[in-house]
């Protein structure tokens, strides 16, 4: 099954840093999603967006959904060691189709 | 609360016996859904339901087993036919219209031993 392309694979920033990771797709979607794993659980949802153009904050966070629909970026200002973990894109087509996962960003804090 | 329930968290099994993972969920969701997870790796899709008694593979369905009798439950059996079987498991529900995401239980990692 198709996985959306996520960028970078991994990160090794300081705290207070600010952090950005893309992800693109060949096909388009009307709807991009962004989660975040903690090590050893479930991944949690972070961010919805539902309209090309759109750019959502949660927090720190601020994701966008690409002009083309095929591609969203998150982005993380003045990073936290809680910001640890694997932070995962996923689109959708149609409301009743499932989800597809990119392949996954690692940020590691650096003491 | 609402939620999705996976257990055990940690479950150890010898070689050539089928182990079944449990997954509940309160959230009256109908779809359901099995991902493995490997270590540095993304999440590829096992199987998923979206209506009781009905279930389709995903990418990585062989050595695996389904079943969706009740609504709340879709437990995902490990078989002895699955080479590779340590890994991650993460179960997920949705609404059928999955554009609000999905809701990942706590997985369960599989050590054969």
């Known amino acids: 099954g198709q996985q959306l392309n996520q960028s970078p694979q991994s990160m090794f920033i300081q705290e207070g840093e600010d952090v950005s990771m893309n992800c693109t797709s060949s096909?388009?979607?009307?709807?991009w999603l962004w989660y975040k794993q903690d090590p050893g659980e479930g991944p949690v949802l972070l961010i919805a967006?539902?309209?090309?153009?759109e750019l959502t904050s949660n927090g720190r966070l601020t994701a966008q959904f690409g002009i083309t629909r095929k591609d969203s970026f998150l982005n993380i200002s003045a990073s936290i060691p809680s910001d640890v973990g694997i932070y995962f894109c996923?689109?959708?087509?149609?409301?009743?189709?499932?989800?597809?996962f990119g392949t996954g960003t690692r940020l590691t804090i650096i003491p | 609360d609402g939620g999705i329930t996976q257990s055990p968290k940690y479950l150890f099994r010898k070689e050539g016996q089928n182990v079944t993972l449990s997954c509940e969920q309160n959230?009256?969701?109908?779809?359901m859904y099995w991902y493995r997870q490997d270590p540095g790796q993304g999440l590829r899709l096992i199987y998923y339901s979206q209506i009781v008694n009905d279930f389709q593979k995903g990418d990585i369905a062989e050595g695996y087993s389904v079943s969706r009798e009740k609504k709340e439950s879709f437990p995902l059996t490990v078989t002895s036919a699955q080479k590779n079987p340590t890994a991650f498991y993460l179960c997920?529900?949705?609404?059928?219209?999955?554009?609000?995401?999905?809701?990942f239980g706590s997985g369960t990692r599989l050590t054969v031993v």
């Open positions: 967006l539902y309209k090309a153009g």
């Open positions: 997920a529900s949705s609404p059928v219209e999955a554009n609000y995401g999905y809701t």
């Open positions: 959230l009256n969701h109908d779809a």
């Open positions: 996923a689109g959708q087509y149609f409301g009743n189709e499932k989800l597809t």
């Open positions: 096909s388009i979607f009307n709807t």
